[in-house]
């Protein structure tokens, strides 16, 4: 059974950072592209960031150079790095893989 568990979310000044996880079990995080997305509310689910197999990565426009996604395959976590935050950040944020999808963690940032 595939599960994807997202840590780290919280509240955080504009300017400020925080690290989100996302611990998966059932596949390999080596293996397959894993990606983070976000829903702020009102709008659609869009990416935010995706690692491949050979750790080639791609980023939305609005976050490039803030955020960094990254992978520990020995513990099987994937990595969101966001620095910089912004109000616009605002949002639900999501780890996917395939058809697998996380519960989410909701990420604030105050102005």
């Known amino acids: 059974q595939v599960q994807l568990v997202e840590s780290g979310g919280g509240l955080v000044q504009a300017g400020g950072s925080l690290r989100l996880s996302c611990a998966v079990s059932g596949i390999i995080v080596s293996t397959d592209a894993m990606a983070w997305y976000r829903q702020a509310p009102g709008k659609q689910r869009e990416l935010v960031a995706r690692?491949?197999?050979?750790?080639?990565?791609n980023y939305a426009n609005s976050v490039k150079g803030r955020f960094t996604i990254s992978r520990d395959n020995a513990k099987n976590t994937v990595y969101l790095q966001m620095n910089s935050l912004k109000p616009e950040d605002t949002a639900v944020y999501y780890c996917?893989?395939?058809?697998?999808w996380g519960q989410g963690t909701q990420v604030t940032v105050s102005s």
């Open positions: 690692i491949f197999r050979g750790a080639w990565t």
């Open positions: 996917q893989t395939g058809s697998y």
